[in-house]
C-alpha cells in the first residue's frame, strides 16, 4: 500500500505492527528479527509511509522479547464471547471424524 493513499495514519501503523508481529514469530534468533525489522523499515519508506511512523513503530517492535505474542498490556480486557444460533458447527460430522 502507497503511504501517499488517502488511508488513516492508524492503518499505517497496522500494517507495520503485524508485520514486525508476524516477523517475531517466525525469527527465533534475534539477528534475524533485527533483520527483518530492518527490511520491513525499508519497505515502508519506499511504499512512502510516514518516515517518524516507521521509526517509532520499529522502535517498540526491536523491544519485543516473547516472539509468540505482543508485550502485555497494563489495561485488562473483557473477554470477548461468540455466541452462536448454530451449535451444530462444533461438532464433527462422521465424514470429518473419519
Given at each position: 500500500?502507497?503511504?501517499?493513499?488517502?488511508?488513516?495514519?492508524?492503518?499505517?501503523?497496522?500494517?507495520?505492527?503485524?508485520?514486525?508481529i508476524r516477523?517475531?514469530?517466525?525469527?527465533?534468533?534475534?539477528?534475524?528479527?533485527?533483520?527483518?525489522?530492518?527490511?520491513?523499515?525499508?519497505?515502508?519508506i519506499r511504499s512512502n509511509?510516514?518516515?517518524?511512523?516507521?521509526?517509532?513503530?520499529?522502535?517498540?517492535?526491536?523491544?519485543?522479547?516473547?516472539?509468540?505474542?505482543?508485550?502485555?498490556?497494563?489495561?485488562?480486557?473483557?473477554?470477548?464471547?461468540?455466541?452462536?444460533?448454530?451449535?451444530?458447527?462444533?461438532?464433527?460430522?462422521?465424514?470429518?471424524?473419519?
Open positions: 500500500m502507497n503511504g501517499n493513499s488517502h488511508h488513516s495514519q492508524a492503518t499505517f501503523k497496522s500494517i507495520l505492527f503485524g508485520e514486525a516477523l517475531r514469530r517466525f525469527n527465533q534468533r534475534k539477528e534475524d528479527y533485527f533483520s527483518g525489522l530492518n527490511r520491513l523499515k525499508e519497505k515502508a509511509f510516514h518516515l517518524n511512523m516507521t521509526n517509532d513503530m520499529i522502535a517498540l517492535a526491536s523491544n519485543w522479547e516473547d516472539r509468540l505474542r505482543t508485550p502485555k498490556r497494563d489495561k485488562k480486557e473483557d473477554p470477548q464471547v461468540w455466541a452462536t444460533s448454530f451449535p451444530h458447527l462444533f461438532t464433527l460430522t462422521q465424514k470429518e471424524k473419519g
